[in-house]
């Protein structure tokens, strides 16, 4: 099994920056693709950006230029450092991690608990 463990929501004021982090804990397995999603209240949730295992990044336009994804491949970590933040990004915020356990060829998705973000104006 693979444990998500988030960190690093809050409230802000518009304009100012937070850091989310998410390790993910276990053994037995390779991580492939991490990410974030979101959801805003009464909304589906939505990509925010994801990274290779390679460092390839891909970024919802919406966030395009003021987010920036990141990934410790040594500590099973991934980042996400949001700066300039509007009330519009305000939502929970879930990391996902692409994993395929030992002995497997298929690869598996886990999701973290959500850490909330709330920006004011």
């Known amino acids: 099994?693979?444990?998500?463990?988030?960190?690093?929501?809050?409230?802000?004021?518009?304009?100012?920056s937070l850091r989310l982090s998410c390790a993910a804990s276990g053994s037995g397995f390779n991580i492939n693709a991490m990410g974030w999603y979101r959801r805003a209240p009464g909304k589906q949730r939505e990509l925010v950006a994801t990274i290779?295992?390679?460092?390839?990044?891909?970024?919802?336009?919406?966030?395009?230029?003021?987010?920036?994804?990141?990934?410790?491949?040594?500590?099973?970590?991934?980042?996400?450092?949001?700066?300039s933040l509007k009330p519009e990004d305000t939502a929970d915020y879930y990391c996902n991690?692409?994993?395929?356990?030992?002995?497997?060829?298929?690869e598996v998705?886990?999701?973290?608990?959500?850490?909330?973000?709330t920006v004011s104006s």
């Open 97 to 106: 991690v692409k994993v395929v356990h030992r002995l497997s060829t298929y």
């Open 1 to 16: 099994q693979v444990q998500l463990v988030e960190s690093g929501g809050g409230l802000v004021q518009a304009g100012g």
């Open 52 to 83: 290779t295992r390679g460092g390839r990044t891909n970024y919802s336009d919406s966030v395009k230029g003021r987010f920036t994804i990141s990934r410790d491949n040594a500590k099973n970590t991934v980042y996400l450092q949001m700066n």
């Open 109 to 117: 998705g886990y999701w973290g608990q959500g850490t909330q973000v």
